[in-house]
């Protein structure tokens, strides 16, 4: 299933030109962003989605505002989704070698997420929780075993179109159970600071006076965002 908000979002990445995840990828991504055990601002896990320690440049402040309301857009609808137990990973359909190829882009996304705020992850994990968890983690590091050009065996547990099947179900239920712990972890610490995997109603706003996204320092106006 690819949300309204994920064609709208990859209409305006593909015209900026800039290289990006692509739609399963992302789905992983914006599912750790959004289940990690902290918050974790837009300023930060937006920069990874094009593969950057910060927000590349853009033609124009508009330009900038655009593609980040709109994935902005994409995380609140997933947030929504996740809550209300109506998630569906975004995998590609097809035979067994297309579809266990878009899970592992998948977990790459995951990965990444995970990857910007690790500690306490599996904390309070069920035993289902941490086996879904596990088939994440292994099959991230399948992934990247293939893409650095090693010779490595298919993980038994996704050779056939069922297995694979089988396993993106675990993971879904595992994205939709760990949201609803980290909402009572945080409710037992007393419901302090931002709530994890919270709908963001504030987007971020790019002024000409304020600093670049693209991390120099300097202003929008005078970086990116300077007229010729």
């Not at 990857?115 to 994990?125: A, E, R, S, T, V």
């Not at 007393?190 to 300097?218: E, I, L, V």
Request: proline share 6%; glycine share 8%; net charge neutral.
């Amino acid at each position: 299933m690819i949300p309204d908000e994920y064609e709208n979002l990859y209409a305006r990445l593909n015209k900026s030109g800039h290289a990006h995840m692509p739609p399963d990828m992302l789905d992983g991504y914006l599912c750790a962003v959004i289940i990690s055990p902290d918050a974790i601002s837009p300023h930060k896990w937006i920069p990874t989605v094009f593969f950057e320690e910060q927000i590349p440049e853009f033609s124009s402040l508009e330009e900038l505002q655009s593609v980040t309301d709109a994935l902005l857009n994409a995380y609140n609808t997933m947030v929504t989704l996740v809550a209300e137990r109506k998630f569906g990973m975004v995998i590609a359909d097809g035979p067994a070698k297309t579809y266990r190829e878009s899970l592992l882009r998948w977990c790459e996304g995951f990965h990444s997420g995970y990857d910007l705020d690790p500690i306490n992850w599996d904390n309070g994990f069920s035993v289902q929780q941490l086996t879904a968890f596990g088939y994440i983690l292994q099959l991230t590091v399948y992934s990247l075993e293939l893409r650095a050009g090693q010779k490595t065996a298919i993980p038994s547990f996704v050779r056939t179109k069922k297995q694979i099947v089988d396993i993106a179900h675990e993971i879904n239920d595992f994205v939709e159970n760990t949201y609803a712990l980290r909402l009572e972890q945080y409710k037992e610490k007393g419901g302090q600071g931002t709530r994890p995997g919270s709908a963001t109603n504030r987007k971020p706003r790019w002024g000409r006076n304020q600093p670049c996204p693209c991390g120099s320092g300097k202003k929008f106006k005078k970086c990116c965002g300077k007229i010729e």
